[in-house]
């Protein structure tokens, strides 16, 4: 059913897109006057995935086995030529966990020691069951053996959630007792679990609320002072993430305001609708007109309850003609920017927009395949960062 205040948004976000991409063909300088104020509180961030710039190193010349030197090399761009000073790190419960069931963190520990001890605020995603990065699923294949037969849906009685929790006991205990207390001021904000609601991955697990709640819980009692951020497939999560914030103000068990309520905004598939003068009908135009949990809503109920809101993941792969994204377009990029900060994101309060497949950039500086576009889309970003 279509209800009066979704139609108004929808009808006044399309003028408004049209402006956008308007806007998008602006000369840098005059593009951020125009939008001095909608910029002012928002800082760009993004992801750092090692398994990504593996997989980018194979494919792209043929190199198997990546050192974490060539890996790090890669971060150091992001951070100290990019201005990369918001990035999120993500850990494979898959990757850390030996078939013997010890701990080995080896495979992430360069990357999130270097960030820390740089004073580069840390958003890091734990998991258990759910990180970033396809398959976004990263069980170890023993676990995955004894559950086979188990139910999809992820609750406090699964059998995965009881060595799920008890592995999250383990790492939690690792990470505090292994970086020191300076290093750890820049560990701000804990994930747990990507997606968590999202059908996703190759098991399909659904998490619900009650286990989610239960790994925040974890979290909170061993990193009393840390953000929650939980994060959303567009706005099609926010039902389940809504329901777990007005839970904790309830049991009055962990601090409303430390949420933060991530959006994964995808705004240019192949799939999408395109419209001349409008561009992709994305998640912002759909959701305006057919769900009642818009990003309007959104953000009247972040005012209300006291939670922040960011954009977790911005569509910015550079994977050529296959997605259409804006890493490889400043038009695009410019779009995409100013499309989240008047849609998405409290314009008196900003937040953090962290950029998807930025890692691919600092791969290109070092190959010297950088365009004139790319070198543009690097100002742009340094320049939103800088004020």
């Known amino acids: 059913m279509v209800h009066m205040l979704d139609i108004k948004n929808w009808i006044t976000n399309l003028p408004k897109q049209y402006r956008t991409h308007q806007n998008a063909d602006l000369p840098l300088d005059q593009y951020l006057a125009y939008y001095s104020s909608e910029f002012e509180n928002i800082r760009i961030g993004c992801s750092f995935s090692p398994d990504l710039i593996d997989q980018i190193y194979k494919v792209e010349n043929g190199i198997q086995n990546v050192t974490v030197e060539q890996k790090l090399e890669i971060l150091k761009i992001l951070i100290h030529e990019y201005g990369m000073q918001d990035i999120r790190l993500g850990i494979k419960w898959s990757k850390v966990v030996t078939a013997h069931g010890k701990l080995d963190f080896s495979s992430y520990h360069p990357y999130l020691e270097y960030c820390l001890s740089h004073k580069v605020a840390v958003c890091l995603n734990i998991g258990p069951i759910k990180t970033f990065g396809w398959p976004e699923e990263y069980v170890p294949n023993h676990i995955l053996d004894s559950i086979k037969d188990s139910d999809r849906t992820v609750d406090l009685s699964s059998k995965i959630a009881k060595y799920a929790l008890e592995y999250l006991d383990i790492l939690l205990s690792h990470i505090k007792k292994t970086y020191t207390k300076k290093q750890l001021q820049y560990l701000t904000i804990i994930q747990p679990e990507n997606e968590a609601f999202n059908v996703f991955g190759k098991q399909e697990f659904v998490l619900t609320p009650d286990y989610l709640y239960e790994v925040i819980k974890k979290i909170v009692t061993v990193f009393p002072d840390k953000k929650i ?154 320049r939103i960062n800088k004020k």
Request: positive net charge; aromatic residues 10%.
């Open 229 to 382: 951020l939980i994060n959303s497939s567009e706005t099609h999560n926010l039902p389940e993430i809504t329901q777990i914030i007005k839970q904790s103000k309830t049991q009055n068990e962990i601090s409303v305001d430390q949420f933060i309520v991530g959006i994964n905004y995808y705004y240019n598939l192949p799939y999408f609708l395109k419209i001349p003068k409008l561009g992709p009908v994305d998640n912002i135009t759909i959701a305006n007109i057919f769900q009642r949990r818009t990003h309007e809503y959104n953000k009247r109920n972040a005012k209300k309850l006291g939670y922040a809101i960011e954009v977790t993941e911005a569509q910015f792969e550079q994977w050529g003609s296959a997605y259409l994204s804006p890493g490889n377009s400043h038009h695009e990029a410019k779009y995409l920017l100013a499309r989240i900060a008047e849609n998405i994101l409290i314009k008196d309060i900003g937040g953090v927009i962290r950029l998807w497949g930025f890692e691919r950039y600092a791969k290109k500086q070092l190959d010297n395949t950088l365009t004139q576009d790319h070198i543009r889309n690097i100002e742009l970003i340094k």
